[in-house]
């Protein structure tokens, strides 16, 4: 299953708080892609095959995946930004009627079986899962042409129940994602409860309250992590909860709402102190949580592998939003159509071949020890537990030379180092703590050097 000796979910690691850690204390750093349909179908006459992209992953030495999931049930522009072919998702949470009307007192077991499913495959691939709970793209349009409301189980014309998620007659359901609708905020818990009931004996499951909701979304968040965390508390076990930036094209999100909040695990903005930016020089991480870093809400699709690894550098948990199939951005930059599905688009390699690289490394490290240390060399990216271990990361801007200030360690360190964008290693024989030295990568491109008291 997904970690050698673990029968337990992730817990917070704790000495180092920015990792989880498994059943036996090992630290576990997480980093993978994700995309928009691991879970629901668009298109039932190509569906996407899951077990290839669990391969996949694999393939890439991945062991984390977001799992998608999306509130409405039709869409086209909502649900790419640029696609104009009309897509059905399917399953969705609630059961239709006769009339294609949600009953909203009725769970759809075919959702929850195949979440399941899902996960179970993923663990055998030794793949953790986040499971996204809600879609803040789809109560409102975020600037977009067609509003994803219109579809949504709990506008008043698409379900039986005469639950209106905008009594307001707004056009859109941003209420949905607040407290303000009690009968709502009951049917939402009911349906939580319900995933909770379906995956709660698996090890490899995180929780997601809502990907990229609007800002009065953050005490509903606040108020769903309590209460997942409240029920389970009285089952077998309990797993991380994450909660994830806020985001509308008015306004960004505050990045402090989620470091303030009851959840385990979060994901910020590009937005940092101190001149820092988590999209281009992401600030040390510190303890507060643990932060999985994803090129979703700094980029949408970007990132490249000096990205990858300067986040690993300085304490984070790489994730990338993957294009995958090409298909599946229809009409975007591939220029593809959903008829292309199968199409994995490659030039997102070097970044998905990154993340599978840092946790080549990561497995090597004693991460229960290393903590961000940019004062202790010229590049600033900088892993270490002074005493017995440095990791430092040398981006191409950097000269090949770099000093690397050894001053706190003491006696003798085996130097070596790792190609970041191949793999390829290289032993560089032995170097004397005590004082700064200086040390010369053997590669032309990003170099890893790794330092590791004898």
């Known amino acids: 299953?997904?970690?050698?000796?673990?029968?337990?979910?992730?817990?917070?690691?704790?000495?180092?708080?920015?990792?989880?850690?498994?059943?036996?204390?090992?630290?576990?750093?997480?980093?993978?892609?994700?995309?928009?349909?691991?879970?629901?179908?668009?298109?039932?006459?190509?569906?996407?095959?899951?077990?290839?992209?669990l391969d996949f992953l694999k393939k890439y030495n991945h062991n984390f995946t977001r799992m998608w999931m999306w509130e409405c049930g039709t869409g086209g522009e909502w649900l790419?930004?640029?696609?104009?072919?009309?897509?059905?998702?399917?399953?969705?949470?609630?059961?239709?009627?006769?009339?294609?009307?949600?009953?909203?007192?009725?769970?759809?077991?075919?959702?929850?079986?195949?979440?399941?499913?899902?996960?179970?495959?993923?663990?055998?691939?030794?793949?953790?899962?986040?499971?996204?709970?809600?879609?803040?793209?789809?109560?409102?349009?975020?600037?977009?042409?067609?509003?994803?409301?219109?579809?949504?189980?709990?506008?008043?014309?698409?379900?039986?129940?005469?639950?209106?998620?905008?009594?307001?007659g707004s056009g859109e359901g941003r209420l949905i994602h607040t407290l303000k609708i009690p009968e709502i905020t009951s049917l939402q818990k009911t349906y939580v409860r319900k995933v909770i009931d379906t995956v709660n004996d698996l090890d490899n499951v995180l929780y997601e309250i809502s990907n990229e909701s609007h800002n009065e979304s953050v005490e509903w968040q606040y108020h769903m992590i309590n209460f997942i965390h409240e029920y389970e508390k009285t089952m077998p076990k309990q797993h991380p909860v994450g909660m994830t930036i806020p985001w509308t094209p008015e306004s960004p999100g505050r990045n402090e709402?989620?470091?303030?909040?009851?959840?385990?695990?979060?994901?910020?903005?590009?937005?940092?102190?101190?001149?820092?930016?988590?999209?281009?020089?992401?600030?040390?991480?510190?303890?507060?949580?643990?932060?999985?870093?994803?090129?979703?809400?700094?980029?949408?699709?970007?990132?490249?592998?000096?990205?990858?690894w300067k986040a690993f550098a300085r304490g984070y948990n790489p994730l990338f939003m993957d294009p995958y199939d090409s298909g599946y951005t229809a009409g975007g930059p591939t220029g593809l159509k959903l008829k292309d599905v199968g199409k994995i688009d490659p030039r997102w390699d070097p970044v998905r071949r990154a993340m599978g690289h840092t946790r080549i490394?990561?497995?090597?490290?004693?991460?229960?020890?290393?903590?961000?240390?940019?004062?202790?060399?010229?590049?600033?990216?900088?892993?270490?537990?002074?005493?017995?271990?440095?990791?430092?990361?040398?981006?191409?801007?950097?000269?090949?030379?770099i000093w690397v200030n050894l001053s706190k360690a003491k006696g003798n360190f085996r130097v070596e180092w790792f190609n970041s964008s191949t793999g390829e290693t290289a032993g560089d024989g032995m170097v004397a703590g005590g004082e700064t030295r200086v040390f010369s990568a053997p590669f032309e491109e990003d170099s890893v050097l790794i330092l590791r008291s004898i």
């Open 80 to 168: 790419h930004g640029w696609s104009e072919d009309k897509l059905l998702v399917n399953p969705l949470p609630y059961r239709r009627t006769l009339s294609r009307r949600f009953n909203l007192k009725e769970l759809d077991e075919d959702y929850f079986e195949r979440l399941r499913n899902r996960i179970i495959a993923a663990g055998r691939h030794g793949i953790y899962v986040s499971i996204m709970l809600f879609q803040g793209w789809d109560v409102e349009s975020k600037g977009r042409r067609i509003n994803p409301f219109t579809q949504h189980p709990f506008n008043k014309n698409n379900n039986i129940n005469g639950i209106d998620g905008d009594p307001q």
């Open 361 to 401: 490394l990561a497995d090597k490290l004693n991460l229960a020890e290393l903590i961000p240390h940019p004062e202790l060399t010229q590049t600033g990216y900088c892993l270490a537990n002074p005493k017995a271990e440095y990791v430092i990361y040398i981006p191409r801007e950097y000269p090949l030379t």
């Open 257 to 308: 709402d989620l470091f303030r909040s009851p959840a385990e695990w979060v994901s910020p903005n590009s937005i940092a102190n101190n001149g820092y930016n988590y999209r281009y020089d992401p600030p040390p991480a510190d303890s507060r949580k643990v932060v999985l870093l994803d090129t979703d809400h700094l980029w949408g699709i970007g990132g490249d592998p000096a990205w990858v």
């Open 1 to 53: 299953m997904v970690s050698a000796g673990s029968s337990a979910p992730l817990r917070t690691h704790p000495a180092n708080p920015r990792y989880f850690c498994d059943s036996t204390g090992k630290p576990v750093y997480l980093t993978g892609s994700h995309t928009w349909s691991n879970l629901q179908e668009y298109d039932s006459d190509s569906p996407f095959n899951y077990e290839a992209y």
